[in-house]
């Protein structure tokens, strides 16, 4: 596949669908459990209600703020630690903005919001995976 035609990918067509999520009111204990048990790098925080804003956890939250200072993880609560609000991609936004959006905010993934619903989280790596994927392939 040409290289124009991965470049006009759109976050829908990468983005992973199956979020895993996480109470605000979970242990960091906890929430790292899933993250390996489901073996991916990031957790969104659950919303308190429909007005309220998503969260998200990483494994760089738990060593920043939870590690660095020594805190049990067993009594740290996600909602102590997590990132929120968060800055979220639109679906129908195409490879190189998102790739250019991260790097000008310096994250690394990104929830997937449309019409006010949770579809999906892309990351840095989805965006690399693209570029290698055999779909997008030439040969």
């Excluded at 124009?4 to 906890?30: F, G, K, Q």
Aim: net charge negative.
């Amino acid at each position: 596949m040409e290289s124009h035609r991965i470049y006009s990918l759109r976050a829908r067509e990468i983005m992973n669908p199956d979020i895993v999520m996480v109470s605000p009111l979970s242990t960091v204990y906890e929430a790292v459990q899933k993250m390996i048990g489901h073996g991916c790098q990031v957790v969104i925080v659950d919303r308190a209600d429909e007005s309220d804003a998503y969260g998200i956890l990483t494994y760089q939250e738990v060593a920043y703020r939870v590690m660095t200072k020594s805190l049990e993880p067993m009594r740290v609560r996600v909602g102590d630690i997590m990132v929120k609000p968060l800055i979220v991609v639109n679906p129908n936004l195409r490879l190189p903005f998102i790739a250019q959006f991260f790097a000008n905010t310096n994250i690394q993934n990104a929830p997937v919001i449309e019409e006010h619903a949770l579809v999906g989280i892309i990351t840095t790596c989805d965006l690399a995976r693209a570029l290698v994927s055999d779909e997008n392939s030439d040969t």
